[in-house]
């Protein structure tokens, strides 16, 4: 059960679509993790469930922390500080998307302890498997309206609202946290996504 990474990607010029190209990524990975548990329902893995379990629980543990990042230590203080009359109304939403960053987090690092448990042992308990299916429902739950949000109210107020100049700072340091170099237009790829 390979995993496909998308063969279309914006670029740090555009950290806006970088940032929506990642949460098709959030969403493939999570489809992944949930395929895998209904398919196997902690029973045995296989070669490629294996090497599919492996490759989703490490985009969450080390990837996609550093597309939260993105948002909390570059979009979202740059739309505070933006102080324009039509940000204003979206700043309420914005402590609402770092909750939600806060309570994933907490489920991510759940859903990798028992994915590691079984990777470790070669199957679950029915404990672990009943959890690691609430846990994935409830992620599942949250990202969907946590997208929604940051995809319909938030970026289209950030694409109109923040200058180029501002954009390209949001793109540039995104670039630096993964060490790539800005203005290269280098894509991501499936080894530095976030
Ligand atoms: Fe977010
Ligand atoms: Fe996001």
Same mark, same amino acid.
């Given at each position: 059960?390979?995993?496909?990474?998308?063969?279309? $990607? +914006? &670029?740090?010029?555009?950290?806006?679509?970088?940032?929506?190209?990642?949460?098709?990524?959030?969403?493939?990975?999570?489809? &992944?993790?949930?395929?895998?548990?209904?398919?196997? =329902?902690?029973?045995?893995?296989? =070669?490629?469930?294996?090497?599919?379990? $492996?490759?989703?629980?490490?985009?969450?543990?080390?990837?996609?922390?550093?597309?939260?990042?993105?948002?909390?230590?570059?979009?979202?203080?740059?739309?505070?500080?933006?102080?324009?009359?039509?940000?204003?109304?979206?700043?309420?939403?914005?402590? =609402?998307?770092?909750?939600?960053?806060?309570?994933?987090?907490?489920?991510?690092?759940?859903?990798?302890?028992?994915?590691?448990?079984?990777?470790?042992?070669?199957?679950?308990?029915?404990?672990?498997?009943?959890?690691?299916? &609430?846990?994935?429902?409830?992620?599942? &739950?949250?990202?969907? +309206?946590?997208?929604?949000? $940051?995809?319909?109210?938030?970026?289209?107020?950030?694409?109109?609202?923040?200058?180029?100049?501002?954009? !390209? !700072?949001?793109?540039?340091?995104? !670039?630096?946290?993964?060490?790539?170099?800005? =203005?290269?237009?280098?894509?991501?790829?499936?080894?530095?996504?976030?």
């Amino acid at each position: 059960m390979p995993v496909t990474i998308g063969s279309k $990607e +914006s &670029t740090f010029g555009d950290p806006l679509g970088l940032l929506s190209d990642c949460h098709r990524r959030i969403e493939r990975f999570l489809r &992944t993790l949930w395929k895998i548990i209904d398919e196997k =329902g902690g029973r045995s893995l296989g =070669g490629e469930y294996r090497r599919s379990l $492996e490759a989703a629980l490490k985009y969450f543990r080390e990837a996609a922390p550093k597309h939260t990042a993105d948002e909390e230590e570059d979009l979202f203080p740059a739309l505070r500080g933006a102080g324009r009359a039509h940000v204003e109304q979206i700043l309420s939403r914005i402590d =609402g998307l770092e909750n939600d960053h806060t309570r994933a987090d907490k489920w991510h690092r759940e859903c990798d302890e028992i994915g590691k448990r079984w990777l470790r042992d070669e199957h679950l308990c029915l404990r672990d498997t009943a959890r690691l299916r &609430t846990v994935l429902l409830l992620l599942a &739950t949250l990202y969907q +309206s946590h997208i929604a949000i $940051e995809e319909r109210e938030i970026f289209p107020v950030a694409q109109t609202t923040l200058s180029d100049e501002e954009k !390209a !700072a949001i793109g540039r340091s995104m !670039a630096d946290r993964r060490g790539i170099a800005f =203005g290269a237009e280098r894509q991501f790829t499936a080894i530095t996504p976030g």
